[in-house]
Nanobody, 124 residues
Framework: VQLVESGGSSVQAGGSLRLSCALS??????VAWFRQAPGKEREGVSV?????????TYADSVKGRFSVSQDDAKNTLYLQMNSLQPEDTAMYYC????????????????????WGQGTQVTVS
């Protein structure tokens, strides 16, 4: 199983970015986006079931600004980030688990087995 993120960059506040998470070796799973800023704890951003990303749930901090979509043919999930703010600056990671968890476990990084290498987002 391999997850590869891309799309991170530096943008000005109010701008947009789209991150990609290309999956290989796994399908029909839960994929979550996490982020971690220097000196801060890892934060869950969104969690999606790849068989129906319309059910994606979002952290309150990004709700209404971020959205997840996917390209089934490429087995890739995208995190569209709009109205970016300096507090969104972080390393962003996608992670996958064979099963989806509910409640507080949905965005608990310990529930995810497979992780990408991360992509940096800087908002100034």
């Amino acid at each position: 199983v391999q997850l590869v993120e891309s799309g991170g960059s530096s943008v000005q506040a109010g701008g947009s970015l789209r991150l990609s998470c290309a999956l290989s070796g796994i399908t029909g799973c839960c994929v979550a986006w996490f982020r971690q800023a220097p000196g801060k704890e890892r934060e869950g951003v969104s969690v999606s079931w790849t068989l129906d990303v319309s059910t994606t749930t979002y952290a309150d901090s990004v709700k209404g600004r971020f959205s997840v979509s996917q390209d089934d043919a490429k087995n890739t999930l995208y995190l569209q980030m709009n109205s970016l703010q300096p507090e969104d600056t972080a390393m962003y990671y996608c992670a996958a688990a064979e099963e989806c968890y509910g409640g507080s476990y949905a965005l608990d990084g310990r529930k995810y087995t497979y992780w990408g290498q991360g992509t940096q987002v800087t908002v100034s």
